[in-house]
């Protein structure tokens, strides 16, 4: 016994025993970590699948979102040692990495894209429903069938969102209730006003033909503004996406200009730490650009 605690081997028995004991708990929150990442990225993936009614498991836009971050990866690494005349792969798997990381929000991008160019499509159809809604009381309808001759036009998507309006009434749900949740779902400040407005006229008498033709010229005069906003910060968005492209580019000329200058930076911690600073810094730059550039109405 006596042997055994004197053994030059007893420091390295417990220095293994501690180095694994700290692997496994390193394993285990990473294990914990990701699950718990995995679990919400399927909770928001599904709520933007429902945003754009897309029919497809949430599940399913996590194996695509791997998979492209995955072919980026390997294309940057492909296309880099074409491209480079000193290759190595320490400077492959760097750039790949920093592709793969790039490509991996991609896909909940593009779904947030397609929302956004759904609720625009609804806010410009929403001054003609207005003016079609207004008309339609002037003729003697009632609110309901005001709405329901809008959910029976083929005008998607506000004929499909007042169509699923009008499924909850029927079902007995209120209309200020069936309103509240059109609202929430759609996310439209125009929406929202005129869901006040009916809410407020139907608690206080007010005359809704002439509510609607004031909304409808306000949500004229906001999408003019709109317009005039967006052309102004045109040169901001054009800003922002040279500031995102031209670092990609100069890495790629450089390697092939100065492939010697561009081993500083791949072959060294150091240069990778400044590649990455200069990658957050440059990401803080687009943030603050769209933040100037994004005007609330």
Not at 92 to 118: D, S, T
Not at 154 to 162: A, G, L
Not at 211 to 218: D, G, K, N, P
Not at 275 to 292: F, H, P, S, W
Request: hydrophobic fraction near 55%.
């Amino acid at each position: 016994m006596d042997m055994f605690f004197n053994s030059a081997y007893l420091p390295s028995i417990f220095a293994g025993l501690c180095a694994a004991s700290a692997a496994l708990v390193i394993i285990d929150f990473v294990a914990y970590t990701s699950a718990r990442y995995h679990e919400r990225f399927l909770k928001e993936a599904e709520v933007e699948l429902d945003d754009v009614l897309l029919n497809l498991p949430s599940n399913k836009i996590f194996d695509m979102t791997l998979a492209l971050s995955g072919l980026s990866g390997f294309i940057a690494i492909l296309v880099f040692a074409s491209m480079s005349d000193n290759f190595t792969w320490s400077k492959g798997v760097i750039l790949g990495l920093i592709m793969a990381i790039a490509a991996f929000p991609v896909p909940r991008l593009y779904l947030r894209h397609l929302k956004r160019q759904r609720l625009k499509k609804f806010n410009e159809q929403l001054e003609d429903a207005l003016n079609a809604m207004s008309s339609s009381l002037k003729a003697g309808f009632s609110i309901n069938q005001a709405m329901e001759a809008i959910a029976n036009e083929n005008k998607p998507p506000i004929s499909f969102e007042f169509r699923l309006l009008m499924q909850e009434i029927r079902l007995g749900v209120p209309l200020e209730k069936a309103l509240d949740n059109m609202c929430a779902r759609l996310g439209s400040d125009d929406f929202e006003l005129v869901t006040t407005a009916i809410i407020t006229a139907r608690q206080t008498g007010g005359e809704l033909t002439m509510i609607f033709e004031r909304l409808a010229s306000v949500i004229r005069e906001r999408a003019r503004i709109t317009n005039k906003l967006n052309a102004m910060t045109a040169q901001g968005r054009l800003q922002t996406g040279i500031i995102a492209i031209m670092p990609l580019i100069l890495v790629f000329a450089m390697s092939k200009v100065a492939p010697t200058t561009m081993d500083l930076f791949f072959g060294s911690w150091i240069g990778i730490f400044v590649m990455m600073t200069a990658a957050v810094l440059i990401g803080i730059g687009i943030m603050v650009i769209r933040k100037i550039i994004n005007i609330d109405i």
